[in-house]
């Protein structure tokens, strides 16, 4: 059996994964500043599942 592809949480976990990463090199981010990529980019993720799950009930 084959299931679906969840574009929301394949991109919100890179996301994570990615600011984990960042946070783990120095120099240290500003938390503000990774704050609002967090915002924006769960945003995106889930623009992109609603584009995504739109298309596909077609």
């Known amino acids: ?3 679906r ?3 929301f949480s394949l991109l919100a976990g890179l996301l994570f994964v990615g600011i984990g990463i ?3 090199t120095p120099p240290q981010p ?3 500043i990774m704050g609002m990529i967090l915002v ?3 945003g995106f993720a889930g623009f992109v599942g ?3 799950k739109a ?3 077609r």
């Open 1 to 3: 059996m084959r299931h």
């Open 5 to 7: 592809t969840d574009v």
């Open 22 to 24: 960042r946070y783990l």
């Open 30 to 32: 500003d938390t503000l």
């Open 40 to 42: 924006f980019g769960l």
């Open 50 to 52: 609603i584009i995504a």
């Open 55 to 57: 298309l596909r009930r």
